[in-house]
């Protein structure tokens, strides 16, 4: 299974450009259905906008884009190209724009609308879908923090901690990466602390930004 990233969820965000507003939305989808759900949506929700303008990626699936009106290749293919920089699939992207009386030009218009896809992949967040491996790792309290450390730098994600007469966690890692983290354990406790493999998921974790 391929490993890509993913909008972590529903991001919004906005800004004012020469009077014009302009409000960038982006949402994780996984069909090209469901995309064109959400850009109708859109477009009833703000039928009194002068533009909304789109751009979805849907992995093996397809890649669309629509300037709504505006000069060709000012608005769609600018957020296309943002989605395709920050390496998504399965995402929607939609900004609105309300005119202010000021034109942009050519220029401009690519400006706001590269901005408004980029603000709304800001917002959203980006996950990496991958294979995980859930490891169970029990240690003394000795080691908690040393293990947090050495987790993150396999890539591992927290999940969950108990805190009862020694620290339980649970930790998600890349499978490539389980083995190495767990050797790495056993070196730096001594055979003290241990791991336990839960099994395999596929899913999306966010990743830092």
Known sequence: MDEYLVPTEYGEDEFVEKK???IGRLWPVETEQEALEIIQRMKKQHYDATHNCWAYIIRDGAVRFSDDG???GTAGVPMLQVLQREGLFNVVCVVT???GGILLGAGGLVRAYTKGAKIAVDAAGKSMKRV???LYV???YAYYEQVKLEAAAFGG???STDFGAEV???LLFPRDQAQPFVER???LSAGTVEAMELGQEYRAFPVEA
């Open 168 to 170: 339980e966690l649970e």
């Open 157 to 159: 994600i927290l999940r």
């Open 132 to 134: 995980w491996t859930a």
């Open 185 to 187: 354990l056993t070196d």
């Open 20 to 22: 014009s507003r302009f």
């Open 138 to 140: 029990p240690c003394p």
């Open 70 to 72: 505006e000069p060709g």
């Open 97 to 99: 724009r309300y005119f």
